[in-house]
């Protein structure tokens, strides 16, 4: 061997991205979901929708649009950044928070119905809780997830689940949507990385 050739690399012996949702699940699983917002609460009249950054942003859009179709009126969709309300700020890489934006309809007396792409520990469905404390006082609050992953650390769970999906703590979910990740929906399971 030339003794500048680089050292022979170790074969990747990680096992692949496993799909658990294609894009067509995904899409049906929004349908279905929207339906049942719709069916919960005998209409939409009264619904607000808050996604939780990143995607949850990009799943309530998409919802909204779907429940819009389907009563025929616009619902108002807003995003709720949850970054400051951490309860494990010190524990994580800092980020930058994203940005909050209310519909002009405000949340008190309406039923919120948070959105988020996955939901695990809970911690981050906690942080908005808090978040959505210092904005109003909603009639009721949801949360609507498109993928539950088991693992709570806290006494909460969702109202809407796209799917149930039972993991463990070595592996990580991983939600691409179009729209905010520029490739096909898709709902990937995979070892995390260490
Ligand atoms: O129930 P939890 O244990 O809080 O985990 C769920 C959260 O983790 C992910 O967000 P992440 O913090 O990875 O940021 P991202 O949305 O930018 O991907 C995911 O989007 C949820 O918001
Ligand atoms: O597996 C996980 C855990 C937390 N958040 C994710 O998006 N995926």
Redesign the pocket.
């Known amino acids: 061997m030339c003794p500048d050739s680089p050292p022979p690399q170790a074969p990747d012996q990680s096992p692949p991205d496993r799909e658990v949702l294609s894009a067509g699940d995904i899409s049906r699983a929004l349908r279905r979901i929207a339906h049942e917002i719709v069916e919960r609460n005998k209409g939409a009249g009264n619904v607000v929708l808050l996604g939780?950054?990143?995607?949850?942003v990009e799943l309530a859009r998409r919802l909204g649009a779907l429940i819009a179709d389907i009563e025929g009126s616009e619902v108002p969709v807003g995003s709720l950044d949850?970054t400051m309300y951490r309860d494990d700020l010190r524990g994580?890489p800092t980020?930058t928070p994203h940005q909050t934006h209310f519909p002009s309809t405000g949340v008190d007396d309406r039923v919120v119905v948070l959105v988020?792409?996955?939901?695990?520990?809970?911690?981050?469905?906690?942080?908005a809780l808090d978040a959505l404390a210092d904005y109003g006082r909603p009639r009721a609050v949801r949360l609507a997830v498109l993928v539950d992953r088991g693992?709570?650390?806290l006494p909460i769970r969702a109202d809407h689940v796209g799917k149930n999906l039972p993991t463990s703590h070595a592996e990580r979910v991983t939600?691409r949507l179009t729209g905010y990740d520029d490739v096909d929906d898709s709902v990937t399971i995979a070892r995390a990385e260490r």
Request: proline share 4%; hydrophobic share 30%; no cysteine.
């Open positions: 939780i950054p990143s995607r949850g949850v994580r980020k988020d792409d996955v939901l695990y520990s809970g911690r981050t469905v906690r942080a693992h709570r650390e939600v």
